[in-house]
């Protein structure tokens, strides 16, 4: 069974860091490029990030780049996000998905529960 | 970007019923559309993707049509497990993928 988990969300104040944490279990991660998308308390869904299976090819939403890194450890079955100099609009929960296939330019069919990250003084 | 625009914003509907929901693209995403339900307090699940594909486990009452910048969801008969928030997302301008804003689909 494929299963993604987040952790590290929390309370971050305004132009503080945090780094997300997303566990794969249930697939040959190695072989799936992967993404963060977030969603801000009672809105829609918004694409953050994306890493392919290599890491070689890396994306940033406009609004996250500069900001946030992405990366993966293929050794530990893991998906990070370093995110610094938080801002307020920030604040969302952020789920890790899988790519539907291995091709590029494909939707995620298997995403976490979401780790909440709030940015607040 | 492409902005997607889905309508309408809250559907009520009765169970057993047909549903219908509308998705419109800024621009033609060809056949590269999917669909998601999300209920509260879950991660987003994938119905529909190529704008008519079922993704794996999904019931046959889901059904998607479309092309270019017109996409519709079809739900034939509601169950009390649909109720729920549906977004479509483009994902032909990779790699900037990009959500509507949501239909709730609530019981009437």
């Known amino acids: 069974e494929v299963q993604l988990v987040e952790s590290g969300g929390g309370l971050v104040q305004p132009g503080g860091s945090l780094r997300l944490s997303c566990a794969a279990s249930?697939?040959?991660?190695?072989?799936?490029?992967m993404n963060w998308v977030r969603q801000a308390p009672g809105k829609g869904l918004e694409w953050v990030s994306y890493?392919?299976?290599?890491?070689?090819?890396?994306y940033y939403a406009d609004s996250v780049k500069g900001r946030f890194t992405i990366s993966r450890d293929n050794a530990k079955n893991s998906l990070y996000l370093q995110m610094n100099s938080l801002r307020a609009e920030d604040t969302a929960v952020y789920y890790c998905?899988?790519?539907?296939?291995?091709?590029?330019?494909?939707?995620?069919?298997?995403w976490g529960q979401g780790t909440l990250v709030t940015v607040s003084s | 970007e492409i902005v997607m625009t889905q309508s309408p914003a809250t559907l009520s509907v009765s169970p057993g019923e047909r549903a219908t929901l509308s998705c419109r693209a800024s621009?033609?995403?060809?056949?590269?559309l999917a669909w998601y339900q999300q209920k509260p307090g879950q991660a987003p699940r994938l119905l529909i993707y190529?704008?008519?594909t079922r993704a794996t486990g999904i019931p046959a009452r889901f059904s998607g049509s479309g092309s270019g910048t017109e996409f519709t969801l079809t739900i034939s008969s509601l169950q009390s497990e649909d109720f729920a928030v549906y977004y479509c997302?483009?994902?032909?301008?990779?790699?900037?993928?990009?959500f509507g804003q949501g239909t709730k689909v609530e019981i009437k």
């Open positions: 998905a899988r790519d539907l296939t291995m091709v590029q330019g494909v939707p995620f069919d298997y």
């Open positions: 249930g697939f040959t991660f190695s072989s799936y490029s």
């Open positions: 890493i392919s299976s290599s890491s070689s090819t890396i």
């Open positions: 621009q033609s995403v060809s056949s590269n």
């Open positions: 190529g704008a008519s």
């Open positions: 997302q483009q994902y032909n301008n990779w790699p900037r993928w990009t």
